[in-house]
């Protein structure tokens, strides 16, 4: 199929999504499928609506996305709660959805509590400041921002995580399937995918919160964690052949303050498809590291989100990209790209995913693949000026797409069959392609979802090593 034609059809499909209330544009729904219950699909998912979001803003369209930040900030929990049914404040929804009775039209909103397993969407409060940079990048506009009422939420959200917890890391502590992966998948504690993005809300709020007033020094302390998370993040995430020759002779069981292996990982967790799997050249971060655990597995948004966001240094940038470029039938084959790699399989499925059954090995999230990651692949080639990548696998997903009807997800190792569960006309594919083909058209609009490298201290005073 000629790209332009491709491209006609997504605008069309991506206008098709729309939500409308009280006849304004609020949102975009998760999938139009025609052929299957609609169940939560039919919701605006506040992840899911970045992609389009971006979408907007790079074609001047910005009421919708102004809308969007508006009622979601007006739905985000307000009220301190001892109540422990009820959603904490600063909490941003998983999903609204318009609600029609006779002429009357009115929102309700979902924090997870009837999402299938009530898993908390803890993404949705990294998510909201980081397009409402976004959104001020794309207008140069940052009255919205400036609002006292949106001042308000993002100092709601830095309560959520800037406040005292009972583990002491830079890294936040999160419950299984918290971000885009809403299941059991073993992405409980640590994972990269929630870091890189609570380090990218950190930095747009740092960016859009006016000077602290006295006795709240909200600013100092984003600069604070920010430093210490990239530290952290930088050091103890990154594998490479070095590193994996370094924890395969770690010494265990060390006491006090100055060990080495001051996590105490076991060289015996190195799993056997890894030792071949990693090339010469290249390197990423691990998928979630905690005490006596590091998960191998390359976990893709958290990859490339690392590279957007300038928490991968430049090196390690380029390292990722070298890894995708070594491991592409891997990684992208015959769909961009996998969510993560490898699939667990055998005893590790059931004990890791509960025995889901959407779940089965190379399908879904467990080793699916997602063409919505295109525009994260689109933006992080582009940042390292290697946009020919991006390129490459977008003439891949240009191919498939449209005639398969732009569905969720892929199956297979090599993600060859149209994911069985898969929706058609799933938004986030649409607007992931079309975003990442204009990405590519105009580089400029890198600056709407790209930060600059922060200086990080040579050394860390509260962190081993
Ligand atoms: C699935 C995905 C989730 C997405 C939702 C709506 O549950 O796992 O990430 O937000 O569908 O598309």
Not at 18 to 40: H, S
Not at 333 to 362: S, Y
Not at 378 to 406: H, V
Not at 429 to 443: H, R, S, V
Request: aromatic share 12%; charged share 20%.
């Amino acid at each position: 199929m000629k790209i332009q034609t491709v491209l006609d059809e997504a605008r069309e499909a991506l206008q098709a999504s729309i939500i409308y209330y009280q006849k304004a544009p609020f949102g975009t729904v998760a999938a139009c499928d025609p052929e299957m219950i609609a169940l939560n699909y039919d919701q605006c998912f506040t992840r899911d609506f970045i992609v389009s979001a971006l979408v907007f803003l790079m074609q001047g369209e910005f009421e919708i996305v102004r809308n969007f930040l508006t009622l979601t900030l007006t739905l985000q929990s307000h009220e301190k709660q001892l109540n422990c049914f009820k959603p904490g404040q600063g909490i941003m929804p998983a999903s609204f959805k318009v609600v029609s009775r006779g002429i009357n039209e009115f929102i309700t909103a979902d924090f997870g509590e009837q999402a299938i397993a009530r898993v908390a969407p803890i993404d949705a409060c990294f998510w909201w400041p980081i397009l409402l940079r976004a959104y001020g990048k794309a207008t140069g506009d940052l009255t919205l921002a400036h609002k006292p009422e949106f001042q308000e939420g993002i100092r709601l959200i830095l309560d959520l995580c800037l406040t005292p917890r009972f583990d002491m890391f830079p890294t936040l502590l999160v419950p299984d399937g918290s971000f885009m992966i809403d299941r059991r998948m073993g992405v409980y504690g640590y994972p990269l995918e929630i870091q890189t993005l609570l380090y990218a809300a950190l930095q747009a709020a740092s960016e859009l919160l006016l000077p602290d007033e006295p006795g709240t020094p909200y600013l100092e302390a984003i600069r604070d964690r920010l430093s210490h998370l990239a530290y952290h993040i930088r050091t103890y995430y990154w594998l490479d052949l070095d590193g994996l020759d370094k924890i395969y002779h770690y010494r265990v069981e060390e006491f006090g303050e100055s060990v080495v292996n001051w996590l105490n990982i076991y060289p015996g967790t190195i799993p056997d498809w890894l030792v071949e799997w990693l090339p010469e050249k290249g390197g990423y971060f691990v998928g979630n590291l905690g005490p006596a655990q590091m998960d191998f597995r390359f976990f893709t948004q958290g990859n490339l989100l690392a590279i957007i966001t300038s928490l991968a240094t430049l090196q390690q940038s380029h390292a990722i990209l070298d890894m995708i470029e070594h491991r592409w039938q891997d990684l992208v084959g015959h769909m961009p790209m996998k969510l993560c790699f490898p699939a667990v399989e055998g005893q590790d499925w059931r004990l890791i995913t509960g025995c889901d059954p959407k779940n089965t090995p190379w399908s879904y999230h467990n080793g699916g693949s997602w063409p919505v990651m295109l525009w994260l692949l689109a933006a992080a080639a582009q940042k390292c000026g290697r946009p020919e990548i991006a390129c490459k696998a977008l003439a891949i997903a240009q191919n498939r797409l449209a005639r398969d009807q732009w569905p969720e997800y892929y199956d297979g190792r090599q993600g060859r069959l149209v994911g069985k569960e898969a929706r058609k006309f799933q938004t986030w594919t649409i607007a992931g392609f079309l975003a990442a083909q204009t990405l590519l058209d105009n580089p400029d609009h890198l600056a709407l979802i790209s930060f600059e490298q922060e200086p990080i201290p040579l050394s860390c005073n509260t962190l081993p090593g």
